[in-house]
């Protein structure tokens, strides 16, 4: 990442009330996209992170220009580019369906990629070499695609992607061919030369380990909605609405609907589940403002959060499992499982008892109708 992005510098790429509608004549028009506004810095790598079919790839092909926006403007570098033809936006993108041109070797497929960009002969097969070994593809250089794996297809893809100048680099899902370890390695170079070179970046990944250790920022979309772009702390810590709480985080966070009475104290209680009391100092008076407006709300605690042998609500373990380094616990609260997670080894066995207590400091509170977040912890969201 270079300096401008992490101060916040300048803005490279600006979406603006961005729609993409499939069919709009059909009888069941696809609304993929929905009012989106994205704001990637220069230099900055953005993941994509969300759901199959949520707009991934829809978002992207339409900066790079293979769709159509239906609503909305797109700037890159200064310029207004929706109504641009591809070749002339300054987007490089690597697809989802690698799409190489079969008459050309991999070696061709990549160079073709820098044809136009004034530079000569040597130099283009010497970024190519570069490019390639970078992504472990020089022993296939002189194959056609038809004959090599799906994997190296996708790695074929990602260096022609990368090997070119541009204002944008657009992957969508450039590693999910590869084996896990592979995959780590790339991970890791991918994020050192985007870094080096300060290539501003959108990538689309299913992953969430991935989106945290290559980028930024993550972009959290769901139903062609844009629900939080943030960094992985932020995401964890206040996440916009109940939909990033849960998707984000391994195991998820545990929620529950609960009502609520803000007085001298403030007080949730879980029906035939745990009643959590609390001093009202303990939240930010914004916070209590905020949490009084409603009888009812959603109360979530990550299960790394939860205090265990601890506090006055008890539940029974359903299932404890140690992982080497961390326990994993499934209890029953309130008819439903909730999962707490200890970094020592948990005498507890199936049918115990245990006491487990959620601190105020790490619990989130969402509205009970939208989900929009009320308060983390102390404070107000
Ligand atoms: N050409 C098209 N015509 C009609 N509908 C489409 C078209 N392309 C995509 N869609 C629909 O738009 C929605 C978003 O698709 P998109 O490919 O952007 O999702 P995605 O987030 O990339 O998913 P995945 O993770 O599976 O790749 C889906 O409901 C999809 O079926
Ligand atoms: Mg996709």
């Known amino acids: 990442m270079n300096a401008s992005a ?32 994205l704001d990637v810095r220069k ?30 403007s797109i700037t890159l570098a200064g310029r207004r580019i929706e109504h641009l033809a591809p070749a002339r936006r300054g987007v ?28 000569n002969a040597r130099d283009a097969d010497k970024a ?32 022609r992607a990368l090997v070119r100048p541009a ?6 899902e450039p590693m999910g061919q590869l084996e896990p370890r592979l995959r780590a390695l790339l991970r890791g170079r991918l994020k050192q030369l985007l870094g080096e070179r300060g290539m501003t970046s959108i990538f689309v990944t299913h992953d969430q380990t991935e989106a945290n250790a290559l980028a930024d920022r993550v972009a959290v979309m769901e139903g062609g909605v844009l629900q939080q772009l943030a960094n992985q702390t932020e995401l964890k810590e206040r996440p916009a609405n109940l939909f990033v709480a849960t998707f984000i985080g391994e195991p998820p966070m545990n929620v529950f609907d609960a009502k609520v009475e803000v007085g001298e104290r403030v007080r949730f209680a879980v029906e035939n589940g745990p009643r959590l009391d609390f001093s009202a100092n303990e939240f930010s ?23 265990l042998n601890s506090g006055s609500n008890e539940a029974r373990v359903v299932s404890n499992q140690w992982l080497g380094d961390q326990s994993h616990l499934a209890l029953d609260v ?19 008892n245990l006491r487990y207590d959620v601190p105020a400091a790490k619990l989130h509170v969402f ?10 912890g102390a404070a107000a969201a």
Do not use: W
Request: charged share 25%; glycine share 10%.
């Open 6 to 37: 992490k101060s916040g510098g300048d803005v490279a790429l600006s979406l603006a009330g961005v729609d993409k509608i499939y069919a709009p004549t059909a009888e069941r028009p696809v609304h993929a996209v929905k009012a989106l506004d």
């Open 43 to 72: 230099g900055e790598i953005v993941a994509l992170l969300g759901s199959s079919g949520c707009g991934k790839t829809s978002t992207l092909r339409m900066i790079a220009g293979f769709e159509a926006v239906t609503r909305g």
């Open 92 to 119: 490089a993108m690597a697809f989802e369906g690698y799409s190489l041109y079969p008459p050309l070797t991999v070696r061709d497929n990549i160079a073709f990629a820098l044809k136009g960009a004034k530079i």
């Open 128 to 159: 190519v070499r570069e490019v390639a070994a970078l992504v472990e593809i020089e022993p296939i250089l002189d194959r056609y695609p038809s004959s090599i794996s799906g994997g190296q297809q996708q790695r074929a893809s990602l260096a």
């Open 167 to 172: 204002d944008l680099y657009l992957l969508d």
């Open 285 to 307: 008076e914004s916070a209590r403002r905020e949490i009084a407006k409603r009888a009812r709300v959603v109360i979530g605690v990550r299960p790394h959060d939860l205090r």
């Open 334 to 352: 309130a008819g439903k499982l909730m999962v707490a997670v200890a970094f020592s080894e948990m005498g507890a066995s199936r049918r115990d």
């Open 367 to 376: 509205d009970a109708d939208d989900g929009k977040a009320v308060s983390h």
